[in-house]
């Protein structure tokens, strides 16, 4: 199996959005993404699959120095011999994919933040680099650009946490901050034991707000210029924002079960913002409610 076959297996098997997105990029780009998106998967898998912390630890300090071996041109991974023809012409940065591992160490560190600034700061290492990185892929030509990515990544996360509150939360994780658990009167035991309430729906919502802000906030960023390059991310924008707009239709009960988009109504937006161009997903960003 070569490097691509072992990048593009792992991207597959995932069944996520971004698989969808990525079928429709010219094959360098294509590749290039594909291996970033399998280097995220495997030091994510770390984290999921995490029994003894001291381990998991030892093995992300091994993608450390890998990725201080792929930058010295003598990577030993799949993955990263995949990212390496890439490096120059993606504008891919050692410290961007540091900082994707650090965010994985932090989960081993953290399961609850305080406030948003403290789950911001989580979310750019989870999926805001992740943003920027995909971005120079994609490629671009103004700077701003990449204000718009990094807000995009982010939206991306909260989505996925918004998501998987019940999941994380039987993993002894709950990423909503303490200070909006408090503002709601939503207790943490309530979460763990699944139990919804008034309150909970409540809270669900704000971090729904708080998500299309960020939605929002991209879309005003991203500049006319790059937005031919970057209708990848916009095509991930409108699966997310979707998935968004089914959860709130299902009243939140995120507790104990995982809402989702089938893959062919995945593939179905990803194909008609992908012939439709940027204006139409970006419209529809830019109309998420401007409250939080």
């Given at each position: ?5 072992y990048?593009?297996?792992k991207?597959a098997?995932s069944?996520?959005?971004f698989?969808?997105?990525?079928l429709f990029?010219p094959?360098?780009?294509r590749?290039?993404i ?8 495997e ?7 995490c ?13 450390h120095?890998e ?7 003598t990577p030993?991974h799949?993955v990263t ?7 120059s012409d993606?504008k891919?940065?050692a410290?961007r994919?540091h900082?994707?591992i ?6 081993l560190d ?8 403290g789950?911001?700061k989580?979310c750019?290492?989870a999926?805001g ?7 120079g ?9 990449l204000?718009?990515?990094?807000k995009?990544g ?5 989505t ?5 509150v ?22 943490a ?5 699944r139990?919804?309430t ?5 809270l669900m ?6 998500a ?8 005003d960023h ?5 937005r031919?390059s ?5 095509m ?10 089914e959860?709130?239709?299902e009243?939140?009960?995120v507790?104990?079960?995982r809402i ?8 179905w ?12 997903v970006?419209?529809?960003?830019k ?6």
């Amino acid at each position: 199996m070569t490097p691509d076959q072992y990048c593009q297996d792992k991207a597959a098997r995932s069944g996520s959005s971004f698989y969808y997105a990525f079928l429709f990029l010219p094959p360098p780009r294509r590749r290039a993404i594909t291996a970033m998106y399998a280097f995220c998967r495997e030091v994510d898998d770390i984290v999921d699959d995490c029994v003894d912390v001291s381990i998991a630890r030892t093995k992300l300090a091994w993608w450390h120095n890998e990725v201080q071996q792929l930058f010295a041109g003598t990577p030993n991974h799949p993955v990263t011999k995949a990212l390496l023809p890439c490096l120059s012409d993606c504008k891919i940065e050692a410290a961007r994919l540091h900082a994707v591992i650090e965010g994985m160490e932090m989960d081993l560190d953290q399961t609850r933040y305080l406030d948003w600034p403290g789950l911001e700061k989580y979310c750019w290492h989870a999926a805001g680099v992740v943003g920027e990185l995909s971005a120079g892929i994609f490629g671009y030509q103004d700077p701003n650009t990449l204000a718009y990515a990094t807000k995009l990544g982010l939206a991306f996360q909260m989505t996925n946490i918004i998501r998987d509150v019940g999941e994380d939360a039987r993993r002894g994780r709950i990423y909503l901050p303490v200070s909006d658990l408090q503002k709601f009167n939503v207790k943490a035991a309530d979460i763990l034991s699944r139990t919804y309430t008034p309150e909970f729906a409540q809270l669900m919502a704000y971090q729904a707000q708080r998500a299309r802000a960020l939605y929002r906030q991209a879309a005003d960023h991203l500049p006319e210029t790059d937005r031919r390059s970057q209708r990848p991310g916009l095509m991930m924008a409108a699966i997310y924002a979707t998935l968004l707009t089914e959860i709130e239709a299902e009243q939140w009960k995120v507790l104990d079960q995982r809402i989702s988009l089938t893959p062919v109504r995945k593939l179905w937006l990803a194909w008609r913002n992908w012939v439709g161009g940027a204006k139409p997903v970006l419209s529809q960003l830019k109309r998420f409610e401007s409250d939080y």
